[in-house]
């Protein structure tokens, strides 16, 4: 069983903000997400955890081994370097989806995202250390089959685009509807998923389900571990197997 602890970071009052005084150049806005995703990608990074931009004024981590203390400090560093600051809703599950789900609503409760006087809230309970195990935090890396030759040597970049995003829509959709898991788009032709407890049949499942809806072939490295960077290095290490050994699935475990 996994027990995947996810934080969803919230920036406060994001909404209003971007239009006070008068609304603000849409290539400062961009650069201001930017930098605060690479911020809270090396904050949480330090600590082993994993950040996903999902739409930048939102944000999801996967946060395995990070207590409340931890996310505190990542919040006063936010509040320090930035015009805006961050609330943080934690939960785990066995489930990312319920986990996330969870975060959300604590983070509702607290007020709404645009309400100006709902400022780095601070919720939920991290995994207590007693409680932790080496199997937490199953990743799954997926990679499109020969994308260079089939869309980016073939295709103009924008078409190109559009088939990889095909790829990873479908993917997406699959991986929550099916499995709870939390599935996302990491640059290239690469989306890491946050998964229960999978196993191969599951993922060849996925992996046939994208190429009969989209038509576009994928393969998937899958690692399990205590942290999120333990796990994703091994899900990077097994989509190297499935590179040089040709195969679709394959699992690499501490």
Known sequence: MTNTQVTLIQIDNYGPWTVTPEPRREVDLQTLQSRLYADLSQLFGNREGYVFFSRFD???????????????????????????TVSLGIEADASPAAALGTASTQLQEAGSAQDAARTEILRGDPIPEPARTGEDVQ????????????????????????????????????????????????????????????????YREAIDHV????????????????????AGMDAKHALETCRHEETAVEFRTQ
């Open 211 to 230: 190429r009969e809806d989209v038509e576009v072939e994928l393969k998937v490295g899958v690692g399990r571990a205590r942290t999120a960077q333990a």
């Open 139 to 202: 990743i799954a890396h997926f990679d499109v089959n020969d994308a260079t030759g089939k869309y980016t040597d073939q295709l103009n970049e924008f078409d190109s685009f559009i088939r990889i995003e095909q790829g990873y829509a479908s993917l997406m959709q699959h991986m929550r509807k099916a499995h709870e898991a939390l599935s996302f788009f990491v640059g290239g032709d690469n989306v890491i998923a946050i998964c229960p407890a999978m196993d191969e049949e599951d």
């Open 58 to 84: 939102n944000m999801i981590a996967v946060t395995n081994g990070l207590d409340a203390d931890d996310h505190a400090l990542i919040q006063e560093s936010v509040a320090n370097r930035y015009p805006v």
